[in-house]
């Protein structure tokens, strides 16, 4: 009698394992020279940036022998009597006017730029796509091409040669770029608070400025430091606008038109640390303004991409 067969159980193959090439080193190495990359033209930049300004400062201190004979040397006497003499030869006038301008145009541009923003970005209309992109296109147009229009209603209004003349141009000159960014700032804040402060009984004005404007805070100093930083460096606008118009017109002159009058002053005898003084003073206040408010125009920068 014959044995009985064994049943066989059939063992499951193993599954194929893929291999994978190991690309671990090669990321790690495209990473680091990417780092490599990124810092070194950071550095780069920033070289560029500090070292024109450090040679500015430096050079205000020097005189005229020394500059001609070494532009790039250390000064030898650290007095600030070159600030003091530039100041008195008009800078002072200079400085004074243009913060008397930049007092009125900054908040009028900030008021009428962040309100008409927040209807565009909050308020449903016919016309309301016609009109922001009516504002968009203004930041297009080159005020190059408007400046003889711009002369004669500025002349007809009377108002050439004027404080209140320049703030209104400096404001209709700002608007589309503050609109513009205030529009997409708007948009992301919460439409749930909108509705709340209206069912609670706030006005549409009270909710603007006492629920909807603070919230927009970071956006308002982003803008507020753009819009102080290009009218304080305008150049074009008051050339134009800020002329005596006769021998007993007084003289307005903003601090880059004062810089050029400056110069125009000295003739042949040259005083080019009094320049070099003129051009930090002018600087100086700008570089304060933007390091002191880095970090909220950074928070207003992102803000809108991280909501």
């Not at 002329?243 to 040259?270: F, K, N, W």
Request: overall charge neutral; cysteine-free.
């Amino acid at each position: 009698m014959s044995a009985p067969l064994k049943e066989t159980v059939p063992v499951p193959a193993e599954p194929a394992v893929e291999k994978v090439p190991q690309r671990a080193g090669e990321r790690r190495g495209e990473g680091v020279t990417l780092n490599a990359f990124s810092h070194g033209f950071l550095a780069l930049w920033a070289l560029m940036i500090v070292l024109p300004l450090l040679w500015l400062v430096l050079s205000s201190f020097k005189t005229d022998a020394q500059i001609a004979g070494s532009a790039f040397g250390w000064p030898e006497n650290w007095t600030f009597d070159v600030f003091t003499r530039a100041w008195e030869k008009g800078i002072g006038d200079y400085f004074l006017n243009t913060v008397v301008v930049l007092a009125f145009s900054v908040p009028l541009t900030m008021l009428f730029g962040s309100m008409a923003a927040y209807v565009l970005a909050r308020y449903q209309f016919w016309g309301n796509r016609f009109l922001y992109y009516f504002f968009v296109a203004g930041a297009m147009f080159p005020v190059f091409l408007a400046l003889v229009p711009l002369f004669f209603m500025v002349k007809r209004l009377d108002m050439l040669n004027t404080y209140q003349g320049l703030v209104l141009v400096y404001v209709a000159y700002s608007m589309p770029f503050t609109v513009f960014f205030m529009h997409a700032f708007f948009r992301t804040l919460p439409t749930a608070v909108f509705e709340a402060s209206i069912l609670d009984g706030a006005s549409h004005t009270r909710t603007f400025f006492q629920v909807m404007l603070p919230m927009a805070k970071p956006g308002l100093i982003s803008v507020g430091i753009f819009n102080t930083l290009g009218q304080w460096n305008q150049f074009i606008l008051p050339t134009v606008l800020m002329q005596p118009q006769s021998g007993d017109d007084p003289e307005r002159y903003v601090l880059t038109q004062g810089l050029i009058q400056l110069q125009q002053q000295q003739g042949y005898a040259s005083d080019l640390p009094v320049l070099f003084a003129g051009v930090t003073i002018a600087m100086i206040p700008m570089l304060v303004v933007y390091l002191s408010f880095q970090r909220q125009v950074q928070a207003g920068l992102t803000s809108a991409t991280l909501k």
